[in-house]
Nanobody, 116 residues
Framework: QVRVVESGGGLVQAGGSLRLSCAVS????????MGWYRQAPGKQRELVAS?????NTNYADSVKDRFTISRDKNTVYLQMNSLKPEDTAVYYC????????????WGQGTQVTVSS
């Protein structure tokens, strides 16, 4: 059974930094695509950043130049700098294979709260 476990959320002041981690285990296949999504209260879940094939990255416009996604084997990280109150959300890790009908695996989410 595939497990996706996030860690690293918390409370930080605006302008501060946090680093999220996500470990994927239990799959016999490599999850070629891993990413971070977030969902704020009353809003839809949105893509924050993704990394494919270990090096191809994609970022939401709202986090470009502030957030950095990276990967080391089955762990993906999200370094978040210059945090803003609008970054407050539950952050979810997603992992899947690079196939058309690949099943996405989700973590339970980790809360990030940025105070002004």
């Amino acid at each position: 059974q595939v497990r996706v476990v996030e860690s690293g959320g918390g409370l930080v002041q605006a302008g501060g930094s946090l680093r999220l981690s996500c470990a994927v285990s239990g799959s016999i296949f490599n999850m070629e695509i891993m990413g971070w999504y977030r969902q704020a209260p009353g809003k839809q879940r949105e893509l924050v950043a993704s990394i494919a094939d270990g090096s191809n990255t994609n970022y939401a416009d709202s986090v470009k130049d502030r957030f950095t996604i990276s990967r080391d084997k089955n762990t993906v990280y999200l370094q978040m700098n210059s945090l803003k109150p609008e970054d407050t959300a539950v952050y979810y890790c997603n992992a899947r294979r690079a196939l058309a009908l690949a099943i996405p695996y989700w973590g339970q989410g980790t809360q990030v709260t940025v105070s002004s």
